[in-house]
């Protein structure tokens, strides 16, 4: 593609006007690298879109997804389905909580909250509880991009354009994050356990008998890598007992050793009832998604005569051939090379990087758990945001190194088995950039 004015392609998520003035295009990986059309090769920081945590093009998953190709290329998903679906739901469930006995399989992460959420409604339903409609998500959440997502999501700006098309019945948690109190936390954050209340006080205000579930990421993501405070996530699980509502931990980064388990809930020790899961499932190979619920769940929706469909609800793509071959793969190098024991045996390491950029003057935060971490800048007076995209940028052409900015927050995602010269070598280029920059 030229470097054209403009172009056809409208970018997810993409400043396009300034994209096209000097566009970043990728046309390789391998490995831990992306190379640039002219054969340049730039380090990604961010592990793809937080999917990639077994390196790009593994051998092992690039052979599958070939061979799958040439065998079955795609089946019919309603009232049929093949074998690769089948044998991943098998894998995915057997490294889940104890009571995870099935999944429902998607396209991606927003597609996987959206079911998981219709899938609680449904529950409650089937239970005789259909009053139950009311569901809660938490301030800087964020559930994809879908209506059900969006509308329990707490990203103002992916919110404020279609605010008038939310879900009713949406009310939201208020975050975490407290800069004040916990700056510099090296993993949980000591303050903000009492957050958890807000739970309490919208149960009082509504009844809690007429909340459906609660959503929350273990570790919100996309909004900034905000870690709970320590006990937070179980004083959810117990409010949502007492009232009998749905705990649903949206897993779409965590899941698959991002925390160095293969949940965040096995990291937390806490079990919520619904699990939403993409990205790692197939080391971003293929879209693919997968809802973990738990028996009482899938069971109460197992009743009425057998020949009778049970939850009205499924993509073209569920279960896709190709999709679950490259998940399979996956698994298999997962386990094969103790890929979440390696990212477990990075975090120190990894945090110990981040936290040697508390004493650059852009730098007002640095936040990290397992092997999610970012860099928080101090926004350019009147300009916020531009001080981080800039640094994005400059990383890409002078330090060809690919990372992620939310507005002047900088993330990062490391492979779960990086290279520890690698990391240092990309972190000393990222100061150069910070320096750099104005
Ligand atoms: C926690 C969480 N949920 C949902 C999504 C949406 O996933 P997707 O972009 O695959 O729709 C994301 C994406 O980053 C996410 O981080």
Same mark, same amino acid.
């Given at each position: 593609?030229?470097?054209?004015?403009d172009?056809p392609?409208w970018?997810?998520?993409?400043?396009?006007?300034?994209?096209?003035?000097?566009?970043?295009?990728?046309?390789?990986?391998?490995?831990?690298?992306?190379?640039?059309p002219?054969?340049?090769?730039?380090y990604?920081?961010?592990?793809?879109?937080?999917?990639?945590?077994?390196?790009?093009c593994?051998?092992?998953?690039?052979?599958?997804?070939?061979e799958?190709?040439?065998?079955?290329?795609?089946?019919?998903?309603?009232?049929?389905?093949?074998?690769?679906?089948?044998?991943?739901?098998?894998?995915?469930?057997?490294?889940?909580?104890?009571?995870?006995?099935?999944?429902?399989?998607t396209?991606?992460?927003s597609?996987?909250?959206?079911?998981?959420?219709?899938?609680?409604?449904?529950?409650?339903?089937?239970?005789?509880?259909?009053?139950?409609?009311r569901?809660?998500?938490?301030?800087k959440g964020?559930?994809g991009?879908?209506?059900?997502?969006?509308?329990?999501?707490?990203?103002?700006?992916?919110?404020?354009?279609f605010?008038?098309?939310?879900?009713?019945?949406?009310d939201?948690?208020?975050?975490?994050?407290?800069?004040?109190?916990?700056?510099?936390?090296?993993?949980?954050?000591?303050?903000?356990?009492?957050?958890?209340?807000?739970?309490?006080?919208?149960? #009082? @205000?509504?009844?809690?008998?007429? %909340? *459906? $579930?609660?959503?929350?990421?273990?570790? +919100?993501?996309? !909004?900034?890598?905000?870690?709970?405070?320590?006990?937070?996530?179980?004083?959810?699980?117990?409010i949502?007992?007492?009232?009998?509502? #749905? @705990?649903?931990?949206?897993?779409v %980064? *965590? $899941?698959?050793?991002?925390?160095?388990? +293969?949940?965040? !809930?096995?990291?937390?020790?806490?079990?919520?009832?619904i699990?939403?899961?993409?990205?790692?499932l197939?080391?971003?190979v293929?879209?693919?998604?997968?809802?973990?619920?738990?028996?009482?769940?899938?069971?109460?929706?197992?009743?009425?005569?057998?020949?009778?469909?049970?939850l009205?609800?499924?993509?073209?793509?569920?279960?896709?051939?190709?999709?679950?071959?490259?998940?399979?793969?996956?698994?298999?190098v997962?386990?094969?090379?103790?890929?979440?024991?390696q990212?477990?045996?990075?975090?120190?390491?990894?945090?110990?990087?981040l936290?040697?950029?508390?004493?650059?003057?852009?730098?007002?935060?640095?936040?990290?758990?397992?092997?999610?971490?970012?860099i928080?800048?101090?926004?350019?007076?009147?300009?916020?945001?531009?001080r981080?995209?800039?640094?994005?940028?400059?990383?890409?052409?002078?330090?060809?190194?690919?990372?992620?900015?939310?507005?002047?927050?900088?993330?990062?995602?490391?492979?779960?088995?990086?290279?520890?010269?690698?990391?240092?070598?990309?972190?000393?280029?990222?100061?150069?950039?910070?320096?750099?920059?104005?």
């Amino acid at each position: 593609m030229s470097a054209a004015a403009d172009h056809p392609y409208w970018m997810p998520f993409t400043a396009n006007r300034d994209f096209s003035r000097k566009p970043r295009i990728i046309t390789g990986a391998a490995g831990h690298w992306y190379t640039r059309p002219d054969g340049t090769r730039l380090y990604d920081t961010f592990s793809g879109l937080w999917t990639s945590g077994v390196g790009h093009c593994h051998p092992r998953i690039v052979a599958a997804v070939q061979e799958q190709v040439a065998t079955l290329d795609y089946c019919i998903t309603f009232q049929v389905t093949n074998d690769k679906a089948l044998a991943l739901a098998e894998r995915v469930t057997a490294m889940a909580p104890q009571g995870f006995s099935h999944c429902f399989f998607t396209n991606s992460g927003s597609e996987s909250v959206d079911t998981a959420l219709k899938i609680a409604l449904g529950y409650h339903r089937a239970r005789g509880e259909g009053h139950r409609t009311r569901l809660i998500g938490r301030e800087k959440g964020y559930h994809g991009v879908n209506f059900g997502g969006m509308s329990v999501g707490g990203m103002v700006p992916n919110r404020k354009a279609f605010s008038a098309a939310l879900l009713p019945g949406v009310d939201h948690l208020r975050h975490t994050l407290d800069i004040e109190r916990n700056a510099f936390s090296r993993g949980l954050p000591k303050y903000g356990i009492e957050l958890a209340e807000d739970l309490e006080r919208l149960c #009082l @205000l509504h009844d809690g008998s007429n %909340i *459906a $579930a609660v959503i929350v990421e273990p570790v +919100p993501g996309s !909004a900034g890598i905000i870690p709970p405070p320590p006990g937070y996530l179980e004083r959810l699980r117990e409010i949502c007992d007492k009232h009998g509502i #749905l @705990l649903i931990f949206d897993e779409v %980064i *965590a $899941a698959f050793g991002r925390l160095g388990e +293969p949940f965040g !809930a096995t990291r937390f020790g806490v079990t919520p009832d619904i699990i939403t899961t993409a990205k790692g499932l197939t080391n971003g190979v293929v879209p693919m998604g997968a809802v973990l619920v738990r028996d009482e769940i899938h069971d109460a929706f197992m009743n009425g005569p057998a020949y009778m469909i049970e939850l009205f609800h499924g993509y073209t793509y569920s279960g896709h051939p190709v999709a679950a071959a490259a998940g399979l793969a996956t698994m298999d190098v997962y386990e094969e090379e103790g890929i979440f024991e390696q990212a477990r045996g990075l975090e120190t390491f990894f945090e110990d990087l981040l936290h040697s950029f508390a004493d650059h003057p852009h730098v007002i935060d640095v936040r990290n758990f397992g092997l999610m971490g970012a860099i928080e800048l101090a926004p350019r007076e009147g300009a916020p945001g531009v001080r981080g995209f800039e640094i994005h940028k400059h990383c890409f052409w002078e330090e060809n190194l690919v990372i992620r900015n939310g507005m002047d927050l900088l993330q990062f995602s490391p492979f779960l088995n990086s290279d520890r010269d690698e990391m240092e070598k990309s972190f000393a280029a990222v100061r150069r950039a910070l320096d750099a920059v104005d």
